[in-house]
């Protein structure tokens, strides 16, 4: 019988959804396979492609013990296709079709809407890989590096999860985007990555924490909202994906708040009451907090971007359609089909901001963001207690919605991080404290040097609390192959 909890490793592709006796999509995956490899060995530095990560590896779907931690050479992890277990008696959840029983395949009305969803999911997983392969190079610590590539790994995972997708779905056009996806590349002139903050460079390891906090919760929220779609199989493969993504936040988070604390530390021990005492904490070798609070605005609003219009019929349609549902639909209790109901979305009205109502349905988009922003504000008020308890008197913030946007009704405005409309001049001026500059990047890429010792860590972050699967502290992460 199919051990549908349990990873199967007769194939070369772990998985738990049958494959050996799926002929015909394990020859396409097996046909596919090569040129991810290649991808992979191209990417990243054949250094650290030998060395030992100590990483873990999904053996099971079971929440209660899925995965185990070993130290493997990257090039031989086992990239699987894992779905969650079936839920007996699941029924979609919204729109037009709610409480039907849910599709075991693509219904053929909605196939293009549901590939195109697929693949733009399937696009952002390789790209942030791409985005982050210079990383390793200047590793604050073994510890931080056994964590970049653990994210890594995942990602290719979760690319191999919606290749598999394509192949069992949506035959030659699904073979043809599996291809796409090995194609495209972040940040290239002629196939660029699908999303435009997938095509910005992750330039150093504070890049890397807030990519990882801010733009894998935009994905922890489009996974949610694809684990509610009443494709089963779309829906099974994103919760389980979701329990990889939560260790990606967790490596934002505290890598943020450690940088935070290691800040916070020096400006104590150098009497330093002004956090805006810039240049005395820069000589110090630490990255300020306005600082933070300036990346804290890029990433927050690159990945706000990434949730598209405000009001959207696409959004509405895919509801409507039961193939996407809200975040959390299934606990929801209005009656999931939103066909009476108003949602506030932001606009603008005779040069004000203003918030007014709209058909619920066509608002999905707007409502995702809005979760979203609650979900990322919850680290932030962490990472201010972090600086509460040294004493000093400084508070990290989200900035308003309509900051620095390039997509929805705020995209170009002149708006400060307040949601106040201001001058061209006003703006120009107000970016140097609002957005890293050039002179503010170079500053953090002179700190960024690596530090391969066990247990040691560069000057401007702090240890964590805890090591990986509870290891002391100079636990050796990465065997580092010689140069
Ligand atoms: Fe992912
Ligand atoms: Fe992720």
């Known amino acids: 019988m199919l051990d549908l909890i349990n990873v199967s490793y007769d194939t070369q592709i772990p998985n738990n959804v049958g494959l050996s006796s799926d002929k015909k999509v394990l020859k396409a995956l097996e046909k596919w396979h090569p040129g991810y490899i290649d991808w992979w060995n191209q990417l990243i530095p054949n250094r650290y492609q030998q060395s030992e990560v100590y990483l873990r590896t999904a053996v099971s779907v079971d929440p209660k013990g899925w995965a185990k931690f070993d130290y493997v050479k990257m090039p031989e992890y086992r990239w699987g296709v894992l779905l969650a277990p079936q839920v007996e008696g699941r029924t979609i959840p919204c729109g037009e079709h709610a409480g039907e029983p849910a599709w075991q395949d693509v219904p053929g009305e909605y196939r293009n809407l549901m590939k195109r969803l697929i693949v733009i999911q399937g696009d952002t997983e390789p790209a942030s890989v791409e985005q982050q392969k210079a990383l390793a190079l200047t590793a604050p610590s073994l510890y931080d590096m056994r964590n970049l590539f653990q994210v890594n790994v995942e990602e290719g995972r979760h690319l191999w999860a919606m290749v598999y997708l394509l192949h069992k779905y949506f035959g030659r056009d699904g073979r043809e985007e599996a291809d796409d996806l090995l194609r495209r590349q972040s940040g290239s002139e002629e196939a660029p990555r699908m999303l435009g903050a997938f095509n910005e460079e992750t330039p150093d390891w504070l890049s890397f924490f807030m990519f990882t906090y801010f733009t894998d919760r935009d994905g922890k929220m489009q996974l949610e909202s694809l684990a509610q779609s009443g494709f089963d199989p779309l829906s099974r493969t994103c919760r389980f994906m979701l329990t990889e993504e939560a260790h990606h936040m967790f490596v934002g988070e505290t890598g943020v708040g450690r940088t935070i604390q290691r800040t916070c530390e020096v400006m104590k021990e150098n009497g330093i009451e002004d956090p805006f005492d810039v240049d005395r904490i820069r000589g110090l070798g630490v990255i300020d907090l306005p600082l933070i609070q300036k990346k804290l605005n890029l990433h927050y609003t690159l990945s706000l971007d990434l949730f598209g219009q405000e009001v959207s019929t696409n959004a509405a349609n895919a509801f409507n359609a039961g193939i996407k549902g809200r975040y959390q639909e299934n606990r929801l209790t209005d009656d999931h089909q939103l066909q009476n109901d108003t949602y506030k979305v932001w606009d603008i009205v005779d040069g004000k901001i203003v918030q007014h109502d709209v058909p619920a349905l066509t608002a999905i988009n707007m409502r995702l963001r809005d979760d979203y922003t609650k979900d990322a504000a919850g680290g932030v008020g962490r990472w201010n207690k972090i600086i509460e308890k040294m004493g000093i008197d400084f508070e990290l913030k989200l900035p308003h919605e309509a900051f620095h ?16 409309f201001i001058s061209g001049a006003e703006y120009d001026k107000g970016m140097v404290e609002w957005l890293p500059s050039h002179a503010d990047g170079d500053y953090i890429q002179s700190l960024m040097k690596p530090e391969y010792e066990p247990g040691k860590y560069a000057r401007w972050i ?7 699967d509870n290891k002391p502290g100079d636990f050796e992460y990465v065997k580092l192959a010689m140069a």
């Open 462 to 468: 702090a240890p964590p609390k805890v090591g990986i």
């Open 405 to 420: 946007r390039k997509i929805g009704v705020f995209a170009d405005k002149l708006i400060d991080p307040d949601g106040k």
